[in-house]
């Protein structure tokens, strides 16, 4: 059974950095695409970045490019989430999902089949 489970999460001040791992476990992910999402309250599940297991391309939401980095490690079986020049509007529920996919990239959180229970980021002004 596929889990995964994020961490990191907390309180920093903006232009702060934050780092969100995902640890996944219950199968082999080469040939998965995984990402971040987030919610803020009130609002949509949003896609912040991807990542293929195998290759490593990634993508990431224009809200986020530039300042965000996306990564895995296939040691630790981890993907990860740096988030520098953190703004208030960062501010949400961040989630680590996965997907099986060898092409293309998916950003509709509708597509993932497996999702981490959330942490929580906030950025203070």
């Known amino acids: 059974q596929v889990q995964l489970v994020e961490s990191g999460g907390g309180v920093v001040q903006a232009g702060g950095s934050l780092r969100l791992s995902c640890a996944a476990s219950g199968r082999a992910f080469s040939g998965y695409a995984m990402a971040w999402f987030r919610q803020a309250p009130g609002k949509e599940r949003d896609f912040v970045a991807s990542?293929?297991?195998?290759?490593?391309?990634?993508f990431y939401a224009d809200s986020v490019k530039g300042r965000f980095t996306i990564s895995r490690d296939g040691f630790k079986n981890t993907v990860y989430l740096q988030m520098n020049s953190l703004k208030p509007e960062d501010t949400a529920v961040y989630y680590c999902?996965?997907?099986?996919?060898?092409?293309?990239?998916?950003?509709?959180?509708?597509?993932?089949?497996?999702w981490g229970q959330g942490t929580q980021v906030t950025v203070s002004s």
């Open positions: 999902a996965a997907r099986p996919s060898t092409i293309g990239v998916t950003t509709r959180g509708a597509l993932y089949d497996y």
């Open positions: 990542i293929r297991w195998s290759g490593g391309s990634t």
